[in-house]
């Protein structure tokens, strides 16, 4: 018989338990698939003594992750601990340097110092995976890596962040407020301890950067990502959104351009009509856009243990089968430098919700304003003033919502034109811009 694969598993949270979990259930269909056994032979957590419904007899535990990467009795490292730094960053060198493969589902750890490791993983001959980084079950990294290695790629884009799309799901199923929204995705267990990640779009960047990286050959770098959350997002936002055919979604999106490769993470409004449009809930969806080939939709659980697990397990069975892609699919020193396109450059259609005057000249100032710099309105809406109470606002014009749907134009063009239209004191507050992506 072939010898089994022998892993350590550092981290027994949510996913590593499942990991655990998931290997013992699946040992018979994976020794098949791989064409040799995969056994879990030693584990290492903070507490010895939580319950976690494992039977870890048989399973050697070493008392440090360090000790864990270093045991020269496993073949592979898996990191389920997580954190953009130590422990995380000196067991995974470690297990590189001797000459062992690592497995990760940490995607802070990548998109930070996912150069340094796939470069140690080049030189000592391991294979360093981390498909469940991004995507959860979904097979992105991979998709991007392998199934699309002979394909030029134009635009990856997709949701990649559950906490907001279930947010931004529920504010328009229902009609409700960000903050109302936000608490139940905390008591569900979606949200990250720190809900700031996830809805000002920190994971999603970390998430894009890596697919970035995968999708055009360039050295991964979170620092190159423009990121704009989702608070700022009201309910009447999504109602227009809906009333104009559209959808507002948490986007990151990495685009080849002729002025370099932008990658941005943003509320973004997508056609109705799209299937990123119908992803709902806590789901995770990635298009890829290919020269040559209709887009390339992939749709799935991006979190929790179970779609983690998923993914963690395959990675494993690569190893186990002997494969050994490169970990950005090309070498390290091959990989470019970003050509970071800047964001006052980007081109496409805006929605504007401003709050305006409601007097003789103010739609006519708006749209000089906006023709100077050369935008064209494809649609505007003037709405009553909902709420707006008459008598507080006695003497003085009620500011009503005025939204605008813009042609492609530039970002610059956008924010001169509203600069104006403040200067001529038309409108009140600050004014919403969200940016349109077309499919
Ligand atoms: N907090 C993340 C999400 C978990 O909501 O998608 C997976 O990275």
Partial sequence: MVAPLKVGIAGLGTVGAEVVRLIEQQSRTLSSRCGRPVRVVAVTARSKAKKRGLDLHGIGWAKTPLELASDPSIDCFVELMGGAGEPALSAIETALKSGKSVVTANKALIAKHGLKLAKAAEQFGGALNFEAAVGAAIPIVKTLREGLAGTAINRVYGILNGTCNYILTRMEQEGLSFA???KDAQRLGYAEANPSFDVDGHDTAQKLAILASLAFGTRVSQGAVYVEGISSIAPED????????????????????????????HPTMVPKTSSIAQVMGVTNAVTIDGEGIPPITLVGPGAGGAATASAVVADIADVARGIRALPFGRPVEKLRAIEKAPMERHEGGYYIRLMARDLAGTAATIATRLAEQKISIESIVQRHADGVDAVQMAGKAAPVPVILITYATSEDAVYRALDAVQRDKVISGRPQVIRIEKN
Avoid: F, S
Avoid at 247 to 263: D, F, H, S
């Fill in 238 to 265: 999504l109602r227009a959104a809906a009333e104009l055919g559209y959808r507002v979604k948490l986007l990151g999106v990495a685009v080849r351009t002729a002025k370099g490769i932008e990658q941005r993470v």
């Fill in 180 to 182: 109302e929204c936000l």
